[in-house]
């Protein structure tokens, strides 16, 4: 079964770091992108920004970039969102998907992971 | 990069049908193939319900189905049951630079 695994809930501190992951099962990880999708809490999705395990080629969307990283270790399968200083506004469920077709970016993912709630307060 | 628009609800009662906008411009919805359609209900990972604007990955009924005109892509739920409640988003290709946008989401009432 092809799946995507993600790491348990987190509670930070405003000014902490964090690194969550998403482990890839069931496909060859190094072949299709990986995403990382953003839902606070009541709204919408927003995309964040997508990596190619392959050769560890990063995209970010603009309202992303420098706020995020985004990496992956395709020795374990595993791609990762960190932050080096949270904001009580990094609270949120953050959802890692997969991209429907090999080793091509056409913003479809039909793999999703189970989420990640972060929740950032003093 | 904007998100795509969509309307905030729609609603129809069991058994008909319903349509959900998604309005972006050429550089997005206009310009490619690629928009899909996610449905999410509460508490859950939205899932991939549509994606080429028009086909269904395998097990989704075929109550739903995906169109696009011009800048516009719509979602048709047909025989509205009441498992087709949810919130139900749209998302683009949007190029090599930018590459790709969501709808702001449409709550979906099932009456």
């Known amino acids: 079964e092809v799946q995507l695994v993600q790491s348990g809930a987190e509670v930070k501190k405003p000014g902490e770091s964090l690194k969550i992951s998403c482990k890839g099962s069931?496909?060859?990880?190094?072949?299709?992108?990986i995403g990382w999708v953003r839902q606070m809490p009541g709204k919408g999705l927003e995309w964040m920004g997508i990596i190619y395990p392959g050769d560890s080629d990063t995209r970010y969307s603009p309202s992303f970039q420098g706020q995020v990283t985004i990496s992956a270790d395709k020795s374990i399968s595993t791609a990762y969102l960190q932050w080096s200083s949270l904001k009580a506004s990094d609270t949120a469920m953050y959802y890692c998907?997969?991209?429907?077709?090999?080793?091509?970016?056409?913003?479809?993912?039909?793999?999703w992971g189970q989420g990640t709630v972060v929740t950032v307060s003093s | 990069q904007s998100a795509l628009t969509q309307p905030p609800s729609a609603s129809g009662s069991p058994g008909q049908s319903v349509t959900i906008s998604c309005t972006g411009t050429?550089?997005?919805?206009?310009?490619?193939?690629?928009v899909s359609w996610y449905q999410q209900h509460p508490g859950k990972a939205p899932k991939l319900m549509i994606y080429?604007?028009?086909k269904r990955p395998s097990g989704v009924p075929d109550r739903f189905s995906g169109s696009k005109s011009g800048n516009t892509a719509s979602l048709t739920v047909s025989g509205l049951q009441a498992e087709d409640e949810a919130d139900y988003y749209c998302s683009s290709y949007a190029g090599s630079n930018n590459l790709g946008v969501f709808g702001g989401g449409t709550k979906l009432t099932v009456l």
């Open positions: 998907v997969r991209e429907v077709i090999v080793a091509s970016m056409r913003f479809t993912f039909n793999i």
């Open positions: 069931g496909y060859s990880f190094t072949t299709y992108w």
């Open positions: 080429e604007v028009s």
């Open positions: 050429s550089s997005d919805v206009g310009g490619y193939k690629y």
